[in-house]
């Protein structure tokens, strides 16, 4: 994944990696299931603050992937059910397959238990050309709802 002297890090975006953050694309085939950064920079903004918690990740000096996570989201937008877990991850096309996505998992999972969380909730597009395969492989399970088409999954912390 990475050389012996880096280790990935997330970094919070910036005016100095705001470009390196917009300048992430994932593979073709994966435009359909992903948000651009750009968009989810977007969304950050309008969300009340501390719901959205977009990173840059870094391996060394280049920059690999973004990530936003969701914290504490009024879920169904009405105030009864309140949940935490990844909004968007998008790993850059030349970066996939080295474990990228997986700590961008672990990561979002450290942070939801730092603050006292016990699940990790992530949706994705169903089918062939989807990520689920990449979410299940990593303990996620569909908790049988959807969201916007979307298969819900959830991740037990404890």
Known sequence: ??????APRLEKI???????????????????????VMQ???????HPAGVAW?????????????LMAFLDIDWRGDGTVFRSGL????IAAE??????GRFAVESVAAEIRRRGGEHLYVTWHP?????EGFYLGLGF??????SEGETVGVLELG
């Open 87 to 90: 909004w968007r991850l998008n």
């Open 14 to 36: 910036t005016p100095g990696n705001f470009e390196a953050a917009t300048g992430i694309r994932v593979r073709p085939d994966q435009e359909h299931a992903v948000s651009p």
């Open 54 to 66: 977009p990173r840059l990740i870094v391996d060394g000096d280049r920059p690999v992937g973004f």
């Open 95 to 100: 970066e996939q397959g080295r474990g990228y």
């Open 40 to 46: 989810s920079l977007a969304e950050a903004y309008v």
């Open 141 to 146: 399970r569909p908790n049988g709802e959807t």
């Open 127 to 131: 089918g062939p050309d989807g990520p």
């Open 1 to 6: 994944m990475t050389s012996p002297t880096s």
